[in-house]
Nanobody, 116 residues
Framework: QVQLAESGGGLVQAGGSLRLSCAASGTSLSRNDVGWYRQLPGKQRQLVASLRGAGITHYVDSVKGRFAISRDNAKNTLYLQMNSLKPEDTAVYYC??????????WGQGTQVTVSS
């Protein structure tokens, strides 16, 4: 049974940093293309950072240069380092495989709130 546990969110002032973690069980993050998504109330989840294959990363323009995705294969954990946070980064953040659809399993997510 797949389980994804996101953590590390919180309330931070604009310009601050947070490091999100996603601990996985029942699936291998090292063998799958994975990513971090975020969702605002009433809106669809948006992929903001992805990690494919041997370490190819991609970011949406709005977070480029500020966010960094990485993983620890030994711990089966995915990370998202978020720096220079902006109020528009406020959202619930989720991790999942890039192949995940809205009907697939998703974890609880972790709330990130950036105050101005």
């Amino acid at each position: 049974q797949v389980q994804l546990a996101e953590s590390g969110g919180g309330l931070v002032q604009a310009g601050g940093s947070l490091r999100l973690s996603c601990a996985a069980s029942g699936t291998s993050l090292s063998r799958n293309d994975v990513g971090w998504y975020r969702q605002l109330p009433g809106k669809q989840r948006q992929l903001v950072a992805s990690l494919r294959g041997a370490g190819i990363t991609h970011y949406v323009d709005s977070v480029k240069g500020r966010f960094a995705i990485s993983r620890d294969n030994a711990k089966n954990t995915l990370y998202l380092q978020m720096n220079s946070l902006k109020p528009e980064d406020t959202a619930v953040y989720y991790c999942n495989q890039l192949s995940a659809t809205p009907r697939d399993y998703w974890g609880q997510g972790t709330q990130v709130t950036v105050s101005s």
